[in-house]
């Protein structure tokens, strides 16, 4: 993503990549298939099966790793590393916190679904 004028985005990269996730939103998808670096093995179909928990257990890895990256940095950082900047510690960190939050969020709702399942009359 470029950074444009002294702190703000490109408006016109803004717009085109609103641009995109509108016409992918009204665009009819042929066939379910599993996001990159997500799911399991592809079955005779050619179509990759999503299982949940290895989604679930990637995404956790994920975050973990960016909370070990940024922590490394500050680190680097800290005891004076001149190859780390402290505009990449920080983007770092900021990183992990929002990947953090964001699985925090995935659990408030997983929990939140669990509830309402649980109390739903049979």
Known sequence: MSIGGIGGIDSSRIQAMMEQLKSAATRPAASPVAPAGLGGVAPQGGVAK????????TSLQQVSNTQKH???????FAMGDDTV?????MIAMQK?????QGTV???NKLVAAYHDIMNMQV
């Open 50 to 57: 999503l299982d949940f928990a290895d989604a679930l257990k």
């Open 96 to 100: 992990s916190s929002i990947a953090f």
């Open 85 to 89: 900047s402290l505009s990449d510690t």
């Open 105 to 107: 969020q995935v659990r």
């Open 70 to 76: 940024a922590q490394e940095l500050g680190q680097r």
